[in-house]
């Protein structure tokens, strides 16, 4: 087993980069060794509207309107992400990806497992029986396992040999119901109304209620009590900071962070907790 090098899965595309660029930046700067998986092996791709803004707003339809952004600038990846990006896509690691159907376990001594936004390719990758499969047999070992955002779905369904989720007895958060639903609701009226269910990976069919598919929903329902999910709350310090969605966290400033860890598993709920989640993940990989 290599302890310094983490395993990045990624869809076929949609990926959010701002999830896996900074993890990337991160870990590599903390001495780690960072490779990648798609279903393929062939590179994955970010999501282009997280990266130019562009298809966000409400005009974001008519070709000659779309560079035109407002929304699109507020919700798009920071410039420093963006520009990582760029880094990345020349990256030998990144261009010549695992097939997840030959990973093997004893190659990484830890794993990440990012999200994104509606697609057929996210749906797709949180769906796949060999990743899911992967992803129940490397938490088995103990070795550090990071999820973020909607990467907490891969976790709650990946199951263990007596049909549990992994997640089943542990703490975790993941995307919120309240910030899920608030980013549904801004671009579903403001931005993209022709896709109004861009921010939800999955809505909810016929006769369920609101939320019922939401990230929060089904990752409770993984665990062994809800109160195992966790929010943040008001008593927390920087509260404001961490439930508005408002601030990003950064290297030099955890405040607006919300990050759970429960032994050598770590949570986080968007990409405005990445740069601790990823510092977090660092610490357990050379702890261990």
Same mark, same amino acid.
């Given at each position: ?23 990337? &930046?991160?870990? $590599? ?57 760029? &880094? ?15 990973? =093997?376990? =004893? ?6 497992? =990012? ?12 769906? #796949? ?5 992967? %992803? ?25 040999? #007596?049909? $549990? ?19 549904? +609701? ?61 601030? $990003?966290?950064?290297?030099?400033? =955890? ?8 032994? +050598?598993? %770590? ?22």
């Amino acid at each position: 087993m290599s302890v310094k090098t983490v395993l990045i899965p990624l869809p076929q595309a949609d990926f959010d980069p701002t999830h896996v660029v900074v993890c990337w &930046q991160v870990l $590599r700067a903390a001495g780690l060794k960072v490779e990648f998986a798609t279903v393929d092996g062939q590179p994955s791709a970010a999501d282009p509207r997280m990266l130019d803004g562009e298809g966000l707003d409400l005009w974001g339809g008519l070709p000659l309107l779309r560079q035109f952004k407002l929304l699109g600038l507020l919700l798009r990846a920071e410039r420093k992400v963006r520009r990582g990006y760029a &880094q990345l896509l020349e990256d030998e690691a990144f261009l010549k990806p695992h097939e997840f159907s030959r990973l =093997s376990i =004893s190659a990484f001594g830890g794993l990440m497992l =990012s999200a994104g936004h509606r697609s057929r390719y996210m749906q797709d990758y949180l769906e #796949d029986p060999v990743l899911l499969r992967f %992803i129940a047999d490397f938490f088995a070992t103990e070795r550090p396992v990071a999820a973020i955002a909607h990467g907490v779905l891969l976790a709650a369904r990946s199951r263990r040999s #007596d049909g $549990r989720s992994v997640l089943y007895g542990r703490k975790t958060t993941a995307v919120p119901w309240g910030m899920e639903r608030d980013a549904w +609701n801004l671009t579903r009226f403001l931005g993209r109304i022709w896709e109004p269910d861009y921010y939800r990976v999955y809505a909810e069919l016929p006769g369920e209620p609101e939320g019922y598919r939401g990230v929060e929903a089904e990752v409770t329902r993984a665990l062994a009590r809800p109160t195992d999910f966790l929010s943040v709350t008001h008593d927390v310090p920087d509260y404001f900071r961490k439930s508005t969605g408002l601030y $990003r966290d950064s290297l030099k400033d =955890s405040r607006p962070a919300w990050v759970v860890c429960d032994g +050598n598993y %770590i949570s986080a709920r968007w990409a405005g907790d990445t740069h601790t989640f990823a510092t977090m993940l660092a610490e357990r990989l050379h702890g261990a």
